[in-house]
């Protein structure tokens, strides 16, 4: 069933010529279309867009008029962690009354408490309750989501979560990305052998995931208090064994080495970067991998924000993504997301578009297919509310500004 989205006041993020990602000042560069038409065609892809005196005067099976409106691509989000069981409100008190993240995890709180809870949890459950998430991120505009596992920390927890992951590829209309992040947290019984638990990961998680083609990419936490450089490089080199390419976190608490070490290994992307030095720029600027900022953790756990216009001005692309999470960042909402970015990491609208869009669909791969306005690529697309100027979306950070999303070309 065609369909015609007209009187568009703006179509942002139109590219004839898509490239892989956008760094450095060509971020600031947003092609778009005014006063413009976008045609839908049978097989959900885009047929055709441009200036609405151009626009075919034929019958369409459904046609939108789209006055006032903004239209661009619906975001894509590279780093979730939103197969989970339960919450962890209590640990966010503890917070309050003073305690620290690192402080809360070594009670027994944080990514072991989801361990603990997962653990009893069916995988039936958590299939439930991630798909419930997975419609209110798709209702609030993202057409593509990366989840990882990690809070099974067990042969049997781990393969439980890629399996509900896998389950959500089948059933849900959004794109979605596996992740092996095993190399979350170091389980209780492992504290002082963590080499053993690296070597768990290795000798039995991985072959084990790989035979039933559970994931997509491989993920290790390298930073302070959790996996070294070192133990990072074993979990990585055995990963590309099995194909999977990784996507680190790095730099979270501390200077890790984590961004080193995953460029290093051709990771698509590193993400958190909270501490990042001039010596990090300068990996990063030699490399594939695209940096990706997560303002929600910095937000909800009161942290320092990623230095995000710094790497933008030395000439990085820049990924911005929700690490939706029970711990630190209990949100999947990009536009949210989108707001922080622009109140605290002081990004220009056209910056955070990019950022949301193409460099988050490169640092998922799926660059070829999402975050771009192009002609025969499928139809993720976000029709905003009346607004003044694509600026206000980001502005008005609490105001529910998306009306309609596209999926595939159907309307969600």
Request: glycine content about 8%.
């Amino acid at each position: 069933m065609a369909t015609l989205i007209k009187n568009i006041k703006s179509l942002l993020q139109v590219r004839e010529e898509t490239p892989k990602m956008v760094n450095g000042k060509a971020m600031a560069q947003l092609p778009h279309i005014d006063n413009a038409f976008l045609i839908i065609d049978n097989e959900g892809n885009i047929e055709e867009y441009g200036t609405m005196d151009t626009c075919p005067q034929i019958h369409f099976d459904t046609e939108i008029d789209a006055t006032g409106r903004f239209v661009f691509p619906a975001f894509v989000d590279s780093h979730t962690h939103l197969v989970y069981a339960g919450s962890r409100e209590i640990e966010y008190i503890d917070k309050v009354k003073g305690l620290s993240y690192e402080e809360i995890a070594k009670r027994g709180g944080g990514i072991l408490n989801s361990a603990k809870r997962l653990h009893d949890t069916s995988e039936e459950s958590l299939y439930e309750q991630a798909l419930s998430r997975i419609n209110e991120i798709g209702s609030q505009g993202t057409c593509a989501v990366e989840i990882k596992s990690g809070y099974g920390l067990t042969l049997e927890d781990e393969v439980k979560m890629l399996r509900v992951i896998r389950r959500l590829k089948e059933t849900t209309p959004l794109a979605i990305k596996s992740t092996f992040l095993g190399a979350h947290a170091f389980p209780a019984e492992y504290k002082n052998n963590t080499d053993g638990y690296v070597d768990l990961i290795i000798d039995k998680m991985l072959p084990r995931i790989a035979e039933e083609g559970l994931a997509d990419f491989i993920d290790v936490f390298c930073d302070r208090g959790f996996f070294s450089v070192e133990q990072t490089d074993r979990i990585l080199t055995a990963g590309a064994k099995y194909g999977l390419q990784p996507k680190i976190h790095a730099n979270e608490l501390a200077r890790s080495g984590g961004i080193q070490i995953g460029v290093q290994h051709n990771a698509l992307s590193v993400d958190h970067l909270e501490f990042v030095e001039q010596e990090e720029l300068d990996v990063l600027l030699n490399s594939q991998t695209m940096p990706t900022v997560l303002p929600g953790a910095s937000f909800f756990l009161g942290l320092r924000y990623a230095p995000a216009r710094k790497m933008i001005d030395a000439g990085l692309p820049v990924a911005i993504a929700s690490d939706f999470n029970p711990g630190s960042s209990p949100s999947g909402n990009m536009k949210f997301m989108a707001s922080l970015a622009l109140i605290n990491q002081h990004l220009l609208p056209e910056e955070i578009l990019n950022a949301v869009t193409i460099n988050t669909a490169y640092a998922m791969g799926l660059h070829q297919t999402h975050g771009v306005v192009a002609k025969q690529r499928p139809a993720n697309l976000i029709i905003t509310k009346p607004m003044p100027s694509f600026a206000f979306f980001l502005y008005a950070h609490n105001t529910p500004l998306v009306e309609r999303v596209f999926v595939g070309g159907k309307l969600l």
